[in-house]
């Protein structure tokens, strides 16, 4: 009886532990990337704001080809949405909305994970001559009083960074054969 009270005083004493921990953890995380790309913003721009382009170079797209995508009947401009569905847990399962946009310049996106909440994601663009362009893919989520989530959140970085890096290089690589420099000098 004493060892099995003991296991549960430190059970009580770990819980404890890690409830103190959580509550002193971030309550939300802001993941951002970016890449130059070798094309003009409105190239780059035409690509991150019409959803019916997202799977050219979405890093989750490759994780599963039995996921089933739908896209509103406006693939792009605000309130346009692409939603998905997929029993790999690396894809899951959500929507995501344009929800604001500067031509050229920036796509705002509302992200719905469900019961996983929501978070904010944007795609931010700057001209950099005529043929080169720098994009920022940023995210935004709060968990509130989430402890769960807040310990989870400590890995965003690691995990989202690491997709948005993978996108990006995917995004480069479509907006560059969609824009291609000439370097033969002609006119």
Do not use: C
């Not at 080809?65 to 949405?81: D, Q, R, V």
């Not at 989530?149 to 054969?177: C, N």
């Amino acid at each position: 009886m004493k060892i099995a009270r003991r296991i549960l005083v430190g059970l009580a004493g770990i819980i404890a532990i890690l409830v103190v921990v959580g509550l002193f953890l971030p309550s939300s995380v802001h993941v951002e990337r970016s890449a130059v790309i070798n094309a003009p913003a409105t190239t780059v721009y035409g690509i991150v704001s019409d959803f019916s382009r997202f799977n050219e170079w979405s890093p989750w797209y490759d994780l599963d080809p039995g996921a089933t995508y739908t896209i509103s009947k406006s693939s792009s401009g605000e309130g346009a949405t692409f939603a998905w569905q997929s029993d790999d847990p690396s894809v899951g399962s959500g929507s995501q909305q344009i929800i604001a946009l500067e031509e050229n310049r920036l796509v705002r996106i509302k992200l719905d994970f469900g019961p996983q909440g929501i978070a904010m994601a944007s795609y931010a663009l700057k001209a950099m001559g005529d043929e080169r362009s720098r994009i920022t893919w940023t995210m935004d989520t709060d968990f509130g009083f989430d402890l769960f989530a807040r310990y989870i959140g400590l890995m965003f970085e690691a995990w989202v960074g690491a997709d948005y890096e993978r996108g990006l290089a995917k995004l480069k690589t479509v907006a560059e054969k969609d824009f291609p420099a000439t370097s033969d000098g002609d006119s």
